[in-house]
T-cell receptor, first 114, second 116 residues
């Protein structure tokens, strides 16, 4: 079975400061990892994904994520947070031999304060 | 191009009523997924279609839930005899290819179902 953990329910950061949203995973097999963002009353919006290759993945809106196989982590980062980044962030994993569905973490609410 | 659309956006049902939720995937997308998102939680997989074939329905919580995609495009998720525990946001996603785990799934805005 595959699972994803987002250990922080909420992350607070001041505008202009760097942000990190944590994600760890557990799979048997090679993981394919995704980050999505959800704004109020809207669906999930794709940010970035790790498939293979370079461990640092760059995505939309200045976000990036670092894949760390030894720590089974895929933390989301941004060098300088914006108030408009405030939203709910979901990490998800997919494994080649486990069907096509995404398995999501519980989500982390990011609050960026001016 | 248009993204994934879902209708209705909001649905209120009395316990015991049947409901039907519609999903229009991105044009040409082969794969279609339904997820259920309970309040304060991450989405959970319900079912998967490749064109018109329902290849995985392992996430459907009971036989009251039924999904179809008869022409390989629009999909409908039907819930019979709704219960209060069915209250959730139902998300639809589509992806361009079939059976490729690296494929990106694109989500619709969801249908918020409230069962009274």
């Amino acid at each position: 079975a595959q699972s994803v953990a987002q250990p922080e329910d909420q992350v607070n950061v001041a505008e202009g400061n760097p942000l990190t949203v944590k994600c760890t995973y557990s799979v048997s097999g090679n993981p394919y990892l995704f980050w999505y963002v959800q704004y109020p009353n809207r669906g999930l919006q794709f940010l970035l994904k790790y498939i293979t290759g370079d461990n640092l993945v760059k995505g939309s809106y200045g976000f990036e994520a670092e894949f760390n196989k030894s720590q089974t982590s895929f933390h989301l980062k941004k060098p300088s947070a914006l108030v408009s980044d405030s939203a709910l962030y979901f990490c998800a994993v997919r494994v080649n031999n486990a069907g096509n569905m995404l398995t999501f973490g519980g989500g982390t609410r990011l609050m960026v304060k001016p | 191009g248009a993204g994934v659309s879902q209708s209705p956006r909001y649905k209120v049902a009395k316990r015991g009523q049947d409901v039907a939720l519609r999903c229009d995937p991105i044009s040409g997308h082969v794969s279609l997924f339904w997820y259920q998102q309970a309040l304060g939680q991450g989405p959970e997989f319900l079912t998967y279609f490749q064109n018109e074939a329902q290849l995985d329905k392992s996430g459907l919580p009971s036989d009251r839930f039924f999904a179809e995609r008869p022409e390989g495009s629009v999909s409908t998720l039907k819930i019979q005899r709704t219960q209060q525990e069915d209250s959730a946001v139902y998300l639809c996603a589509s992806s361009s290819t079939s059976g490729t785990p690296t494929d990106t799934q694109y989500f619709g805005p969801g249908t918020r179902l409230t069962v009274l």
